[in-house]
């Protein structure tokens, strides 16, 4: 009977130590949460933004949008990592800092928070990553953790405004922390199933501590919705990207000529290699610094300056690293020989599409041909490679949603030389020349498109 007294009395109390650890517990978010939430912004862009594939006839045809998203101050400076695809192509950009909480009737709801200009330093298509400046100074700074550390089951947190709601929280796990989406995509992702929806886009993944562990960036759903599959970019990898962004506006990666593959049991098995994981070689660009060293396509890469290659993700990004001009030394099997091949990392150059951020309404909008233009000069001719003309030039950046429509309309990638026979060095020559024509006029322009010249021709509206 004693023992029986004893047990009562002691299942009768044993709940209260749960309770108290339940209750720190919940402080411990709370706090975590008004760490955060200082730090995090809502982004407004309006602007215009190329049309995907599925959108449209025909790539390269912009449209006129607006677009929201999440934000998240890393700089008491002022500045704020966001998403690439919340910001692309607007010509205007607004942040909304939040208001300190403030007591209501019986709760706290946040006072409205203050808007503020926003300038875009820079954007990087490829992580999906955006750098803003605001004018804004001693801004409570959120750090960036150190994403390698990320381990599965880790507790992390989802801040922005999904949906338009501002200032919401979600909370999950890591479900994965280095995922690829694709076999041989250099990007990879925190998987988390922390609730993800649109307008988290750019908001912060943090861990327990209020680190930015990544930046929300989307979701795989088949209802539109938060399915708990989400994934952020990493923050070591937005670490990488605001420095190039900070310091020029753009991000510098390298090549070295070659298309890199994984190694998969069924290419070893038909290559007879010896190992079923790796990379192997499977392009040497023609001209390119691989060629010239004597890379060969089948060549397996082992090690890349002394660092064992074990995937094509692994050998891209340890490409993209090194400066423009640097050498790195690669082990190389061929056959049954080992080769160490120097090799010099050169700047990796991007496709027309991609500059269609380039491009704003008040500069680059020429409506009478329905297309954004841009100067093709500089750094921008160099990243294309050779062109048919060795100055001058203007080049069509995106297609406008709302111009004329023409038989044969300019495309994302024209080089426009000549107007009417009369050479175009500049989108303002080009302005110029078209403020002489009147309505109803013939043009005929000049282009260069995949390498070849054409004429496109139609009546100036």
Known sequence: MVLLLAAATAAQERPAAPAGQLAALSGSFQQLSRKVHASVVKVMAVGYRQLEPEEGEEPGVAARQQSSGSGVVIDAAGYIVTNAHVVIGAQRVQVTLPGAAEAAVGQRRAAAGRIVRAELVGLDLETDVALLKVSERDLPALKLADSDEVEQGQIVLAFGSPMGLDNSMTMGVVSAPARQLKPDDPMVYIQTDAPINPGNSGGPLVDTSGNVVGINTLILTQSGGSEGIGFAVPSNIVSNVVEHLRRSGRVVRGEIGVVAQTITPALASGWRLRQEWGVVIGDVEPGGEGEKVGLLVGDVVLTLNGKPMENARQFNVNVYRPAIGET????????????????????????????????????????????????????????????????????????HADGPLLEDSFKAGDVIYAVNRAPVRSVAEMRALIRKMKPGEGVAVQVERAGKLRFISFELP
């Open 328 to 399: 790195i030394t690669l082990g190389v099997l061929r056959g049954q020989s080992k080769l160490q091949v120097a090799v010099k990392v050169t700047e990796r150059h991007d496709e027309a599409s991609t500059f269609a951020e380039l491009a704003s309404r008040e500069e680059n909008l020429i409506p009478e041909f329905g297309a954004f233009a841009v100067d093709f000069s500089g750094p921008l001719r160099a990243q294309f490679g050779p062109a048919r003309r060795d100055k001058g030039g203007v080049l069509v950046a995106a297609r």
